[in-house]
């Protein structure tokens, strides 16, 4: 097997760990590792596959003999040094929201639409935490039965928030108070608001990716976002309305069937997806699969996903190992 040169940006971060981690369990094909953080963390050392690598800091030279970069520094750090990686000859897997909405820019999920690959410039664009999941459901109920609607409720833990957010629950347990204007243990937070908008931007993410990554412009999305005190996973109220009629038995065999899902559906045995079964696993889980009476077809759906794992860095390593298989 051919083996690659990696970047990862962010590496000391949340998601950049768990780069490293998903790497190693997938057996990816490494020749030569680069680690770039902040100029805080430069020198900080990290141990993978029994070697030490030592953080760098970036500068215009970092992605010479590069194949693919993984990118987890922020969007501020993705809007720089992501074209400077890409004019290198380094393919970029960017998990920040900076690249999602140039058009030039493909926007991936492997499961739905690995063919958009084929027309990166360099660049590829990992959805945000929550849309991944909601389009690894949505594309088989969307090609069967055409998806008209979804409304969608979603409840995010704190980690979605990267360390900061980890951070900021464990100093509010031991009762440290933080700058932050609401606090989150015991309580509810809603994302910052997009300017001159009534969403917030992680309600207008949810309402343009899905329809991007599906090539479905003309899909009705609502959402309300929100984030709770507890660690890992997030979780979705889904609510959809389809063009066609189906019957449960067919979705529920529908969604069995399809790549990276997981059925967990036996309330009368309690038996559902919850963050405490989900946590540190890479499929997308599915639950209380019902009708909604109230509209001719209607489909609930309780949708529950590590958001660090397929929510970013998986599915970003995912892409990953498609472009070693097909593209380099």
């Known amino acids: ?123 590829i664009a990992n959805p945000n935490c ?9 594309n088989p109920i969307h090609k069967k039965y055409k998806i008209k609607r979804v409304v969608v409720s979603t409840y995010q833990s704190i980690s979605g928030a990267g360390q900061k957010g980890i951070d900021k629950l464990n100093n509010e347990i031991q009762g440290i108070k933080t700058s932050d204007k609401h606090k989150i243990f015991s309580n509810i937070m809603f994302h910052p608001i997009e300017p001159n908008e009534n969403i917030t931007n992680e309600e207008a993410k949810l309402h343009f990716e899905p329809c ?46 399809s790549p990276g899902i997981k059925i967990l559906d036996d309330l009368a045995n309690e038996d559902y997806p919850t963050p405490e079964i989900v946590a540190g696993k890479d499929e997308v889980y599915v639950g209380r699969i019902r009708r909604d009476d109230t509209i001719p077809n209607g489909l609930n759906l309780w949708v529950v996903s590590d958001n660090i794992r397929k929510g970013a860095a998986t599915n970003a390593i995912q892409i990953a190992e498609i472009i070693l298989d097909k593209y380099l």
């Not at 029994?50 to 590069?66: D, G, M, Q, R, V």
């Open 1 to 123: 097997m051919k083996k690659v040169n990696i970047a990862i940006v962010g590496a000391t971060g949340l998601v950049g760990r768990t780069f490293l981690q998903v790497l190693e369990e997938r057996n990816f094909p490494i020749e030569n590792l680069k680690l770039f953080a902040s100029e805080k963390s430069k020198g900080k050392e990290i141990i993978f596959r029994n070697k030490t690598y030592k953080i760098e800091a970036l500068n215009e030279k970092s992605f010479e003999n590069c194949h693919i970069a993984l990118f987890s520094g922020g969007s501020s750090v993705s809007k720089v040094f992501a074209s400077i990686a890409a004019k290198s000859g380094c393919i970029v897997i960017d998990n920040s929201s900076a690249w999602r909405r140039n058009e030039d820019v493909p926007l991936v999920v492997p499961e739905v639409n690995p063919e958009d690959i084929a027309r990166h410039k360099g660049i």
């Open 212 to 257: 991007k990554i599906m090539h479905t412009p003309d899909l009705k999305i609502t959402s309300t976002c929100v984030r709770l005190p507890f660690f890992a996973c997030h979780c979705e109220a889904v609510n959809i309305e389809t063009e066609y009629p189906f019957e449960l038995s067919e979705v529920r065999a529908l969604l069995m069937n």
């Open 130 to 138: 929550n849309v991944i999941p909601l389009v690894v459901v949505f």
